[in-house]
C-alpha cells in the first residue's frame, strides 16, 4: 500500500493548498497521509473530516527544527493543537524580529523587499524567513532556499540574523505534552561533524518514539545505523517524502500493511 508521512502545504513552505495536496494523494491511490508542516497544526483540526472527504487516513502532524542545526522532529497524532501552536507564536513572535533585521540588511545591500511585501504573502500572523525566501525567489534574486542561504541570509553572509528554537528535549516534551508521539525527521540532515549516533540515542533518552527511514535521502550506512538503532530501543520507524512541490516531488512510498499498522497503534491508539 501507498503512504506518505511527511508532508508539506503551503502553510508552511510546499506550494499546494491542503485540499490540493489531499487530492493528489487520492489520485494517487495514497491509503495514510500525514500532513506535517514546519510550525504549524491549527488548520488541521477538522483532519477526520478531511480523511473522510478524500477516502484517506489523514494524520495531524507538524515539523518542529531543533536548536540543533539540521534536527527537526516531527510530532504525528497531537490532540491538543492549541498547545502547540501558543507555545509556537511565542518563538514566531521573537523572530520575526530578527526578520526585520534580515529585511533591513538586505535593503542596505541594494535588495528591493519591505516588510509590507513580506507580510502580504505570509501564511502567519509573523512573517518568518521561509517567507523572505519565497519573495527572494519570486523576485528571481535567488533560485531556491540553498541559493538564499548561500547569497543573503546564511550564516557569514551579510543579512544573516539567527532564528530562536527550542531546544530538542523541549520539542519532544511539547509534542508528547499535546498528546502526540515523536520522529526524528530525515536524520541523513544531521550534522556530519557530530556523532550522529550519539546524537538519536540521546534522543531516544529523552522519549524520541521513531526514526524517519526514506531510501532516496539516506546513505546506506545511515539506514543501517536507523535500522539497528529502532529495533534496539524498539522505537518505530516512520516513512515520509517531505512532500514540498508537486512539479518535482514524488508523493507516496510503498510500504507493507504490516508497517504501517505499527505505525498507526501507537499513533491512532487515541
Not at 13 to 23: F, T
Not at 224 to 242: E, F, P, Q, V
Request: aromatic letters at 8%; proline letters at 3%.
Amino acid at each position: 500500500m501507498k503512504v506518505d508521512l511527511h508532508v508539506h502545504t503551503k502553510y508552511s513552505d510546499g506550494n499546494l493548498s491542503l485540499d490540493e495536496v489531499l487530492a493528489l494523494a487520492a489520485n494517487n491511490s495514497i491509503k495514510e497521509l500525514a500532513i506535517t508542516d514546519h510550525d504549524t497544526i491549527i488548520r488541521l483540526k477538522n483532519y477526520a473530516d478531511l480523511g473522510k472527504k478524500y477516502g484517506l487516513v489523514l494524520v495531524p502532524g507538524i515539523e518542529i527544527p531543533t536548536s540543533i542545526d539540521g534536527m527537526h522532529l516531527l510530532g504525528y497524532g497531537i490532540t491538543n493543537f492549541e498547545k502547540v501552536e501558543k507555545e509556537l507564536m511565542r518563538l514566531k513572535e521573537y523572530n520575526e524580529q530578527q526578520n526585520i533585521y534580515t529585511i533591513e540588511a538586505l535593503q542596505k545591500i541594494g535588495i528591493d523587499i519591505s516588510y509590507e511585501e513580506i507580510k502580504k504573502i505570509a501564511v502567519d500572523e509573523a512573517i518568518s524567513y521561509r517567507d523572505i525566501i519565497k519573495y527572494l525567489a519570486e523576485k528571481k534574486y535567488v533560485e531556491n532556499a540553498r541559493d538564499a542561504y548561500k547569497k543573503y541570509i546564511g550564516e557569514g553572509q551579510e543579512a544573516y540574523y539567527p532564528s530562536a528554537a527550542l531546544d530538542k528535549k523541549e520539542v519532544i516534551e511539547l509534542i508528547k505534552d499535546s498528546g502526540g508521539i515523536v520522529s526524528l525527521a530525515h536524520p541523513g540532515t544531521l550534522p556530519e561533524w557530530m556523532n550522529q549516533k550519539e546524537l538519536i540515542i540521546d534522543l531516544i533518552k529523552d522519549g524520541l518514539d521513531g526514526i524517519e527511514i526514506y531510501p532516496p535521502r539516506l546513505k546506506d550506512s545511515e539506514i543501517k545505523m536507523c535500522n539497528m538503532l529502532a529495533k534496539k530501543y524498539d522505537i518505530l520507524t516512520t516513512i515520509g517524502t517531505d512532500f514540498h512541490d508537486y512539479q518535482t516531488d514524488k508523493l507516496g512510498v510503498e510500504v507493507s500493511e504490516e508497517f504501517i499498522d505499527k505505525f498507526n497503534e501507537k499513533v491512532l491508539r487515541k
